[in-house]
């Protein structure tokens, strides 16, 4: 009888095989959301650079100046990173079930390294502006060091809670590649 058990136990269970319309509708809602997270983005990152060109200009210091402007480089750089990276195409329209499910397959697994590597191409773009800009406003105003102490550990606890929440959003990705059928 445990043998009859364990038989019966030990079987693959096979879900039913996901229709041609189920992967459309994920691969659109996966573009949908790309598109808006980047978006986001795009306004954030546009807001960010107006406000360290302002920076660049008034700074009172050189050493500020160009930390604002490596700054706005390190965001440049991530917009086009997240342009090139980033963004999902749309499902081709005669893709047939099985390479509609591999396209769809590849599009999820570039968004998931995208935010597992975030590290890399959106947060440490930043540093060397922010870190120069930081230095450069203790020299020029030594009263507020402690404030930019403070402000700097701020931004280094911000920068790995949006790693953390980036690795969640890659684990839920992987979770729907996982999902996904094998062999359509």
């Known amino acids: 009888m445990s043998d009859l058990q364990s038989l019966w136990q030990s079987q693959s269970q096979q879900e039913p095989p996901m229709s041609i319309e189920e992967i459309r509708t994920r691969a659109s809602r996966l573009e949908h959301i790309v598109s808006r ?3 986001r983005e795009y306004i954030a990152g546009a807001i960010g650079i107006v406000g ?7 700074g009172p210091t050189t050493t500020i100046r160009v930390g604002a402007a490596l700054t ?3 965001g440049v750089f991530v ?3 997240l342009r090139k990276w980033g963004s999902a195409n749309p499902l081709p329209e005669d893709l047939g079930l099985t ?6 397959r590849a599009q999820l697994e570039r968004q998931r390294d995208l935010l597992r590597n975030v ?3 959106y947060l440490m773009p930043f540093v060397p502006g922010l870190a120069v800009t930081q230095v ?3 020299m020029a105003h030594p009263e507020r060091t402690q404030r930019l102490v403070a402000l700097g550990i701020g ?28 062999n359509p």
Do not use: E, T
């Not at 390479?99 to 769809?104: G, K």
């Open 155 to 182: 931004v280094c606890l911000m920068m790995v809670a949006v790693a953390a929440v980036n690795r969640y959003g890659a684990a839920r990705i992987q979770k729907r590649i996982d999902s996904l059928p094998s």
């Open 52 to 58: 360290f060109l302002r920076l660049m200009w008034i």
């Open 72 to 74: 706005i480089a390190g």
């Open 136 to 138: 450069g406003i203790a």
């Open 99 to 104: 390479s509609a499910v591999d396209f769809h």
């Open 79 to 81: 917009l086009y990173l």
């Open 119 to 121: 590290w890399s191409w």
């Open 37 to 39: 997270r980047n978006l």
